[in-house]
């Protein structure tokens, strides 16, 4: 008798100690991470495919660099009122977004607060220009084939997007390529 109990004890024991393993893994791989996280949309939901498809655009276009190859910024209102300086009056979702665009920026001479995928620790340097021959989407998202940006998620605590590039990604194209992994390279 004393030995059934303990064995209905141990197995309920058991069934205790495996609903929490299931409760702390789904804590951790579920909702940690939503809280981690928050999302956040651009305030434009500008379509990259068409200007890229339509006008012939390149990242450069937009998307230029200083003389010493680090990132100089993202587009001004007034490069893209270069473009779109009326509202189009058309009933399209992308044709109601140019027009609120140029409302709500162009003629209000108001900067769009674009948001940034991926923004570099300040202890590490990084030139662009060195990295030249590489299309923009094997480090960025490839946002030249969307039509409505993606979410940024920005870690809560780092302030990172997830879409930052790694150290570990970094160094798995230099050793691939063969080119110099030192530390001096990136971190000055």
């Known amino acids: 008798m004393v030995q059934q109990n303990a064995s209905k004890e141990s197995g309920g024991f058991i069934l205790f100690f495996l609903i929490g393993l299931v409760g702390a893994l789904a804590v951790g791989w579920l909702l940690f991470p939503a809280l981690l996280y928050s999302e956040k949309q651009q305030p434009i939901a500008f379509n990259h495919k068409a200007h890229v498809e339509n006008a012939g655009m390149a990242c450069e276009d937009c998307h230029s660099y200083r003389e010493n190859g680090s990132f100089a910024g993202l587009p001004t209102t007034e490069q893209c009122a270069e473009c779109h300086m009326d509202v189009t009056g058309g009933e399209t979702p992308g044709e109601k977004e140019i027009d609120r665009f140029v409302t709500e ?40 084939n969307a039509e409505v940006p993606p979410s940024l998620y920005r870690n809560r605590i780092t302030g990172y997007s997830k879409t930052t590039m790694k150290m570990w990604q970094c160094e798995r194209c230099h050793a691939q390529l063969e080119t110099s992994n030192g530390c001096q390279v990136c971190h000055k």
């Not at 570099?120 to 299309?135: E, L, M, R, T, W």
């Open 105 to 144: 920026y162009v003629q209000a001479g108001k900067q769009v607060d674009w948001l940034v995928y991926q923004h570099q620790p300040d202890n590490v340097y990084f030139s662009h220009i060195a990295h030249d021959g590489f299309a923009c989407a094997e480090c960025h998202p490839d946002v030249g």
